[in-house]
């Protein structure tokens, strides 16, 4: 333990833990992330393939990127955006998938989108699937969308918070990887890694943090780990927070895989485009073709179907796609895919999912997760966030704002305010 005595400790270096503690740097108060595995970035992760990409298993795009400060970070990194419009909204391939028949898609979609937008503005929050036509021909591939966004099909998905996301529908990339600038973000900052908070007991004058690499000393504690980790109380809290693990039960983590598969011949393909494999169901994967114009493709699996086959095995994806790729371009293209990498997120330890969502009546759950107990004991994280919720830049705002809390807290006067 590098220091086991310090005014803040950052309990999880994501983006939101890095944000609070680069705040905290610059506010001359001594942080220090404290950090369960042996990197820091969290759900935020870049790999280099063979060929030298840079691929991004957890967040990728820079969503509302004209108002996203990690644009800005990016770019002082030196980083290059890409600002191609997403696959989502270009109009995909007409193979498997007829043009008046997307049209007619794209139509289901948009009164779906109307009926939620009213749902929500009613007294009782409900599930967004209230907003689904009975017996409507594209209520699985409107289904499969909700297992994108949220991780989830739309009846366990609250209808007022998904209308509370704010989304500016402007969409970029980074080249070398989200997930690179994330990490290189936090690099100079004083972190420990490798290291798991297990308990906080908040009963004395200073706050005591036990973790598998000893005690620390601190004043006030952000706790910025996922909703799923709080809610299966995977730290001991004394004394004990229920109002935290019920907030955090009301927010879980919806599930979203992606598996990169190399493509040969991929020329043929536009590229940046997307297919679905099946249009008629929810438990199918979309293929973002050529992504960047490389011979790749990115699947990717959510909900109930990602968790089917994370339960399977890696290998299960791979399969599935290819099934899946052969119903929409024909038997030999199962010759042309190999698979690169997957992380199943659900099975990973310390993120037990992908991004939150709130369960119907859990709209409010993500103001109580992210209040603050005693001035001392903070939290942060994307699922704190009311408007920009499971997301990479929601997740820093509620960094900066833990962290400004922070200082309010401390009375430090001198320090200045930060906009980022
Ligand atoms: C497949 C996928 C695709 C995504 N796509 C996008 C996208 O395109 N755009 C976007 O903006 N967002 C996307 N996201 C979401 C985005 O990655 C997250 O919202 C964001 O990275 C969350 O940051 P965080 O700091 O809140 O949490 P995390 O990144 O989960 O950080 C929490 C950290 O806490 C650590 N930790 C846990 N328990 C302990 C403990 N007891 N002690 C110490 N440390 C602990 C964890 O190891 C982790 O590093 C995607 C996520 C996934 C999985």
Same mark, same amino acid.
């Given at each position: 333990?590098?220091?086991?005595?310090?005014?803040?400790? !950052?309990? #999880?270096? $994501?983006? %939101?833990?890095?944000?609070?503690?680069?705040? *905290? /740097?610059? @506010?001359?108060?001594?942080?220090?992330?404290?950090?369960?595995?042996?990197?820091?970035?969290?759900?935020?992760?870049?790999? !280099?393939? #063979?060929? $030298?990409? %840079?691929?991004?298993?957890?967040?990728?795009? *820079? /969503?509302? @990127?004209?108002?996203?400060?990690?644009?800005?970070?990016?770019?002082?990194?030196?980083?290059?955006?890409?600002?191609?419009?997403?696959?989502?909204?270009?109009?995909?391939?007409?193979?498997?998938?007829?043009?008046?028949?997307?049209?007619?898609?794209?139509?289901?979609?948009?009164?779906?989108?109307?009926?939620?937008?009213?749902?929500?503005?009613?007294?009782?929050?409900?599930?967004?699937?209230?907003?689904?036509?009975?017996?409507?021909?594209?209520?699985?591939?409107?289904?499969?969308?909700?297992?994108?966004?949220?991780?989830?099909?739309?009846?366990?998905?609250?209808?007022?918070?998904?209308?509370?996301?704010?989304?500016?529908?402007?969409?970029?990339?980074?080249?070398?990887?989200?997930?690179?600038?994330?990490?290189?973000?936090?690099?100079?900052?004083?972190?420990?890694?490798?290291?798991?908070?297990?308990?906080?007991?908040?009963?004395?004058?200073?706050?005591?943090?036990?973790?598998?690499?000893?005690?620390?000393?601190?004043?006030?504690?952000?706790?910025?780990?996922?909703?799923?980790?709080?809610?299966?109380?995977?730290?001991?809290?004394?004394?004990?927070?229920?109002?935290?693990?019920?907030?955090?039960?009301?927010?879980?983590?919806?599930?979203?895989?992606?598996?990169?598969?190399?493509?040969?011949?991929?020329?043929?393909?536009?590229?940046?485009?997307?297919?679905?494999?099946?249009?008629?169901?929810?438990?199918?994967?979309?293929?973002?073709?050529?992504?960047?114009?490389?011979?790749?493709?990115?699947?990717?699996?959510?909900?109930?179907?990602?968790?089917?086959?994370?339960?399977?095995?890696?290998?299960?994806?791979?399969?599935?796609?290819?099934?899946?790729?052969?119903?929409?371009?024909?038997?030999?293209?199962?010759?042309?895919?190999?698979?690169?990498?997957?992380?199943?997120?659900?099975?990973?330890?310390?993120?037990?999912?992908?991004?939150?969502?709130?369960?119907?009546?859990?709209?409010?759950?993500?103001?109580?997760?992210?209040?603050?107990?005693?001035?001392?004991?903070?939290?942060?994280?994307?699922?704190?966030?009311?408007?920009?919720?499971?997301?990479?830049?929601?997740?820093?705002?509620?960094?900066?704002?833990?962290?400004?809390?922070?200082?309010?807290?401390?009375?430090?006067?001198?320090?200045?305010?930060?906009?980022?």
């Amino acid at each position: 333990m590098p220091s086991s005595d310090v005014d803040v400790v !950052i309990v #999880g270096g $994501g983006a %939101a833990g890095i944000a609070a503690a680069r705040r *905290l /740097h610059h @506010a001359k108060i001594r942080g220090l992330i404290v950090e369960a595995r042996p990197r820091l970035g969290g759900r935020a992760l870049t790999i !280099i393939d #063979g060929s $030298g990409f %840079a691929l991004d298993l957890g967040c990728g795009w *820079l /969503h509302s @990127a004209d108002r996203n400060p990690w644009v800005e970070i990016a770019t002082e990194q030196g980083a290059s955006i890409d600002k191609g419009p997403p696959p989502w909204q270009r109009q995909g391939p007409a193979i498997g998938f007829p043009r008046p028949q997307q049209q007619e898609f794209y139509a289901a979609l948009d009164q779906f989108h109307a009926r939620l937008e009213k749902l929500a503005q009613g007294e009782t929050d409900v599930p967004a699937s209230a907003a689904l036509e009975p017996g409507n021909r594209w209520n699985g591939l409107i289904n499969a969308l909700s297992t994108y966004i949220s991780g989830a099909e739309w009846d366990r998905v609250s209808a007022q918070d998904f209308d509370r996301y704010a989304d500016s529908s402007i969409n970029w990339r980074v080249v070398e990887g989200l997930g690179t600038v994330v990490k290189r973000c936090g690099a100079d900052l004083p972190a420990v890694r490798d290291c798991r908070v297990l308990a906080i007991d908040h009963r004395g004058k200073r706050l005591h943090i036990e973790t598998t690499q000893g005690a620390i000393a601190a004043d006030q504690v952000i706790v910025a780990i996922p909703t799923t980790l709080v809610a299966a109380e995977q730290i001991a809290f004394t004394p004990a927070l229920a109002e935290k693990t019920e907030a955090a039960a009301g927010l879980p983590l919806g599930l979203d895989d992606k598996l990169f598969m190399s493509l040969d011949g991929a020329d043929e393909f536009e590229k940046d485009v997307r297919v679905f494999g099946h249009t008629d169901r929810a438990a199918t994967a979309a293929y973002h073709l050529r992504p960047f114009g490389r011979p790749l493709i990115e699947a990717y699996f959510g909900g109930p179907c990602a968790a089917a086959l994370e339960a399977e095995g890696e290998g299960a994806f791979f399969d599935f796609a290819v099934s899946e790729l052969v119903g929409v371009f024909g038997h030999d293209f199962a010759r042309r895919v190999r698979p690169i990498r997957i992380h199943r997120w659900g099975l990973d330890p310390l993120a037990l999912g992908s991004y939150s969502f709130a369960l119907p009546g859990a709209v409010d759950d993500r103001a109580k997760l992210a209040a603050p107990v005693d001035n001392r004991l903070f939290f942060a994280g994307e699922a704190c966030s009311t408007h920009d919720y499971s997301t990479a830049h929601g997740a820093w705002h509620t960094g900066v704002a833990a962290a400004d809390q922070v200082i309010a807290a401390r009375g430090d006067a001198t320090v200045a305010p930060a906009n980022r």
